[in-house]
């Protein structure tokens, strides 16, 4: 049986346990690495194995979690020298009864832009754990405890370009709903979706009984199967274990079925037994399929964008008729287009068109600057608008989201280039109503083009969801009969093919006077017709009035709420001169203060904003009245959900620029230029997760604070020795693992029992504030922003 034919089943699917954690019961040691586990103990391995298979188990998964070359740099050992036994390992204890998973978690970098990982390196070190899992014989591969949706992104595509392997993939998500950088269920779901993989979930962080909201969102984002690998509640830093027996993990897991779970099994704390209570639980049960109706949607990163109402995309990133966005790409200044992302998405764009095409330009390598920058600051999904498949692929590559790709249009030769790299990167297209003949001129001829592409679409596997039409708009004072076969055009694709629609507003106003007036009526009388997604420039007053009137009108504003936030106390100009010309009014881009340039996350602008900020303001006022309040704002926002780590990062960067221009203008021979602190910071003796202690790391020293970082598995000594060295006033440990909490207490004892006079700050998934106070340490953080704040408190 293969795992296509497990899905098809009736019944549950079930896997495998914990691994780590039973690898450790067994013995493994403190500094021992489990990756090697298969080589070192190889008959724990099969046993743990075997254990799973004759509790049920019909997917094992191997011990290949942290088996890549940069966690395996340390060992000594390479990719093919550790995934082929661990895989075989797998095979001899499943012993005919259950599949075997490559088993593929994160690297333990960070990824672009929130740490310096660049995406393409990332997919060549997934890719060499995927050849070697191939070539050892995995029936399948589980891509899992992902907390980043790039480098899942990056994982999946590895998969996807090396092999025909079915692939899960599972993310761990925080009790707040979102993983640790900040992605949604949501986002997750449609871009894992598009990008083919065969069923997602859930594993890790939480118990069972955290799951219900995750997989209610989960299915309604996704029609793939659900897999739920919870821990076994949460861990004891005493060392007791977790907190859920496996009766009450089986009983928690089985309520999951009628939701649509398709594959269970658990991940840290669980065992064997779990997996035969769960077994035996969820034993006789069809597995409840709910109807999902997953509507037309797109997205970044951390914010989904259902198309469920008129959403707007923004049209100033375009050189086109634009004399300053023109400039601005011949100098290569990102910092231009990044002002007009933010200043579109906050005038009310959805989605942002990004369209960086010159003749002087080299497009791949701008487009690929402006996606990666705008997706730094900003978290409404883009539009990417290229005629050039290389450039739309480039995008695409680097894009974190499901964007949507304009364009294709009725031609064929451009469909077989376009169609399937929206297919492989999981998009939405638009489809433009033209074809080698030009733009028709009757409604009838472009909704038989708009048909043609439809077909195509479909034929490749685009969803039917995913294709938009753009009828096109031409000039009134040129063709004056076209605008009424475009309104006509539009309703018919909306009644006969049933596909969301797209339309450049403001080109029916060209060459006449009183643009905004031709410009806010055909676009209302387009909107009536069912235009979903109007092209327009959302600085407009008048543009933006009549969206958010047809949504009051229609019904879709309920209770009038988004219309009187935006215009119970403003009024609102409504006359032909108010506004510029759908896409004339140059925008301006130096109207920032530095406070909003710090929390847009502008470090391009931030110091020269702060240069001409000292010609009148002392250095001091500028510290203490700006950039420390407008980072406390952004602080402020993180905790209460508004903001996600990357912006968080993105904004102290922004602050370190400006702190780095104050410096440099009070540096003289005796002053102090390296920052506040030191800090100290160390991932404790035997644990080898540092990713998060990196976060902490980067978010300090983008406050100004100067660390000393130790890395991971450091010996207390080492700690000690380094705080008397630096004679830092603080030290921060880190420990991700249970087992190692032993090592954090060892430390602190250490630095105690020595009488450094250093506070003491710790964090990590398994630790709580009251077992913080108990093996000594001054202070818990939940997370970095937590570590920073402690740090104002220590060190000011």
């Excluded at 966005?325 to 287009?337: P, S």
């Excluded at 929390?599 to 303001?617: D, F, H, P, S, V």
Aim: net charge negative.
């Amino acid at each position: 049986m293969d795992f296509y034919e497990l899905l098809k089943g009736p019944g549950p699917v079930i896997l495998d346990g914990g691994m780590g954690t039973m690898l450790q019961a067994r013995g493994l040691g403190l500094g021992e690495h489990p990756e090697l586990a298969a080589l070192e103990h190889r008959d724990w391995v099969v046993d743990i194995h075997r254990q799973y298979a004759q509790a049920g188990s019909q997917i094992l998964c191997a011990n290949t979690f942290g088996a890549n070359r940069e966690k395996l740099r340390r060992t000594g050992k390479t990719v093919t020298e550790v995934v082929p036994p661990s895989i075989d390992a797998a095979r001899e204890g499943a012993a005919g009864n259950a599949l075997v998973a490559l088993d593929i978690g994160p690297i333990g970098q960070l990824l672009e832009p929130t740490g310096s990982l660049r995406f393409e390196e990332a997919v060549n070190i997934f890719k060499e754990v995927v050849l070697a899992g191939v070539q050892a014989g995995a029936d399948l591969v589980l891509i899992e405890t992902m907390t980043d949706l790039q480098e899942c992104r990056a994982a999946l595509l590895a998969v996807k370009e090396c092999c025909s392997l079915p692939v899960m993939v599972t993310m761990t998500y925080e009790d707040r709903g979102r993983t640790f950088l900040g992605h949604s269920p949501a986002c997750a779901a449609l871009v894992l979706e598009g990008m083919g993989a065969d069923a997602i979930g859930v594993n890790c962080s939480l118990g069972p009984r955290e799951m219900p909201p995750l997989v209610e969102e989960l299915t309604r984002w996704s029609t793939l199967p659900i897999a739920i690998k919870p821990n076994a509640g949460l861990p004891d830093p005493g060392g007791a274990g977790y907190d859920i027996t496996a009766e009450e993990f089986a009983a928690a897991m089985a309520d999951l079925a009628p939701m649509g779970v398709k594959l269970f099994g658990g991940c840290c704390g669980t065992t064997p037994e779990y997996i035969a209570l769960l077994k035996r639980a969820l034993m006789g049960q069809a597995i409840r399929e709910p109807s999902r109706q997953v509507p037309a949607a797109v997205c970044g990163p951390t914010l989904a964008v259902p198309i469920d109402r008129v959403r707007v995309i923004g049209e100033r990133i375009n050189p086109t008729g634009k004399k300053l966005m023109k400039e601005a790409l011949r100098r290569g200044d990102v910092d231009y287009i990044l002002n007009q992302a933010l200043t579109q998405v906050e005038a009310g764009a959805d989605i942002l068109d990004v369209n960086v095409g010159l003749p002087e330009v080299d497009e791949e390598e701008m487009m690929v600057r402006a996606v990666k920058a705008i997706q730094g600051v900003c978290d409404a999904p883009l539009q990417l608008d290229s005629t050039d498949p290389k450039v739309l692929e480039r995008a695409l590559r680097v894009y974190c989201g499901k964007a949507i790709v304009n364009s294709v249009n009725g031609d064929r030769e451009t469909m077989e280039a376009i169609l399937p790299l929206v297919k492989k990167y999981g998009a939405a297209v638009v489809g433009l109503t033209l074809d080698k003949d030009g733009i028709p001129k009757t409604a009838q001829q472009r909704v038989d083009i708009a048909r043609r592409i439809l077909e195509a679409a479909l034929s490749y596997g685009i969803r039917r969801e995913d294709v938009y039409i753009d009828c096109l708009t031409l000039t009134a004072s040129a063709e004056q009969e076209g605008a009424s076969q475009t309104l006509d055009a539009l309703r018919r694709v909306k009644d006969e093919l049933g596909l969301k629609t797209v339309l450049g507003v403001s080109n029916i106003s060209f060459g006449l006077p009183a643009r905004p007036l031709v410009n806010q009526t055909f676009l209302t009388m387009a909107m009536t017709c069912g235009l979903d997604l109007p092209i327009l420039n959302p600085n407009t007053d008048a543009m933006m009035a009549a969206v958010r009137g047809y949504h009051l009108l229609m019904n879709v504003d309920r209770e009038a709420r988004a219309f009187i936030a935006a215009y119970g106390n403003a009024e609102i100009k409504t006359s032909i001169t108010s506004g510029g010309a759908g896409g004339q009014t140059p925008v301006p881009t130096e109207g920032r203060s530095l406070a909003q340039i710090v929390e847009a996350g502008l470090k391009g602008e931030a110091g020269e904003a702060t240069r001409r900020l000292l010609e009148t303001t002392s250095s001091m006022d500028i510290v203490d009245h700006i950039l420390i309040p407008a980072l406390d704002r952004v602080g402020a926002n993180f905790e209460a959900g508004k903001v996600f780590l990357p912006q968080l990062i993105q904004s102290a960067g922004a602050a370190q620029a400006a702190f780095e221009v104050i410096r440099q203008e009070m540096s003289g021979p005796s002053d102090q230029t390296s920052g506040k602190g030191p800090i100290v910071l160390a991932t404790v003796k035997g644990d080898i997760h540092d990713i998060g202690k990196n976060i902490v790391k980067v978010l300090l020293e983008n406050y100004g604070y100067t660390v000393i970082d130790l890395g991971k598995d450091v010996d207390p000594g080492d700690v000690a020795q380094a705080v008397r060295k630096h004679q830092a006033p603080l030290v921060g440990l880190s420990a991700l693992m249970t087992t190692t909490l032993k090592s954090m207490e060892d430390t602190i004892a250490l630095l105690h029992s020595q009488e450094l006079s250093c506070k003491i700050v710790v964090g990590g998934a398994v630790l709580t504030p009251e077992y913080a106070v108990q093996i000594g340490a001054d202070f818990y953080a939940r997370d970095a922003k937590e570590s920073v704040d402690v740090a104002k408190r220590v060190i000011g």
